[in-house]
């Protein structure tokens, strides 16, 4: 299905869908989210813009898709987990019931360092926080760091990340995930500057990840117009294309491949062998500590 305008005097409307022709769109919108998830709403946004079923247009983005996708939520269609929003947390510290709960806690989940014996380090840097769900399933299965940049990063959290990157003293890897638009490269290019300037000493290679001129045309990603309001416009050449346009299943992809690359296969296989044995020993510990 697409996008049915109608024509007259005057500036162009779009014609009122039917409830036919909405429902077709909230079908669609159950198939992108059922298929690839946690998905942002911007991501399912631009799915069904590749599909043709919804105009590329801020209205569009807010007025249908955002409108019907919570309808669907609300009515339990789509499942709340389905959908990722990075861009609000909640901060709270860690308690727990009783000594018990935690020893319990802590031998089901413990964890190994993966990084402390692999030959390299390495982070992933977002540009956005609304895809930070969907690159932290792969960055917490192999303990990397998810640096979330929002932008133009803060020099204290540059400087603290440079700190971070010269105390462990390794070939350090930045993988970064960002908007190919003006501000979203320079962004980029300012971080990588920043902790160069930051660590000196530390050999950084920087990487811009996604989105790059060979995705958007591999993948056929949807462009929007680049805003002339940004002041870094002038010299830009072409549209602009968010992160989120890349469909999750590739997004997760690009961070497995980013970050196995620096993987010793046997180092990490004997780290996990050893990290299972003692996971073993802290529940057999916990279970005779605790009456």
Not at 7 to 34: L, S
Request: glycine share 6%; charged share 30%.
């Amino acid at each position: 299905m697409t996008v049915t305008e109608v024509y007259g005097a005057g500036p162009t409307r779009r014609r009122r869908r039917t409830k036919a022709e909405i429902q077709a769109i909230k079908n669609a919108i159950y198939d992108v989210a059922a298929t690839d998830h946690p998905m942002t709403l911007r991501g399912v946004f631009y799915r069904l813009v590749s599909q043709g079923v919804v105009a590329k247009t801020e209205a569009e983005y807010d007025s249908t898709v955002g409108r019907l996708l919570l309808e669907l939520r609300r009515d339990g269609t789509v499942p709340y987990q389905w959908i990722a929003d990075g861009t609000r947390l909640m901060r709270k510290p860690s308690t727990w019931e009783g000594l018990e709960d935690v020893l319990y806690y802590t031998a089901q989940h413990y964890r190994r360092a993966v990084w402390d014996h692999q030959p390299a380090y390495v982070e992933v840097w977002s540009e956005k926080e609304a895809i930070a769900g969907i690159l932290h399933q792969v960055t917490a299965e192999w303990d990397v760091p998810l640096m979330i940049a929002r932008g133009f990063s803060s020099e204290t959290f540059l400087w603290s990340a440079a700190q971070e990157i010269k105390r462990i003293a390794k070939p350090t890897f930045l993988y970064h995930f960002g908007d190919h638009d003006p501000s979203g490269v320079a962004a980029a290019n300012a971080i990588e500057r920043r902790l160069h300037e930051f660590a000196p000493d530390a050999e950084i290679t920087f990487v811009r990840a996604a989105v790059t001129l060979d995705q958007i045309e591999e993948w056929n990603l949807p462009t929007r117009p680049t805003k002339r309001t940004d002041s870094r416009a002038k010299n830009w050449a072409g549209g602009s294309v968010e992160v989120d346009a890349i469909p999750p299943r590739l997004l997760r992809g690009l961070v497995e491949e980013c970050v196995t690359r620096h993987v010793d296969r046997a180092e990490h296989d004997l780290l996990l062998e050893i990290e299972a044995q003692e996971r073993e020993d802290l529940i057999r510990l916990t279970e005779e500590y605790v009456p």
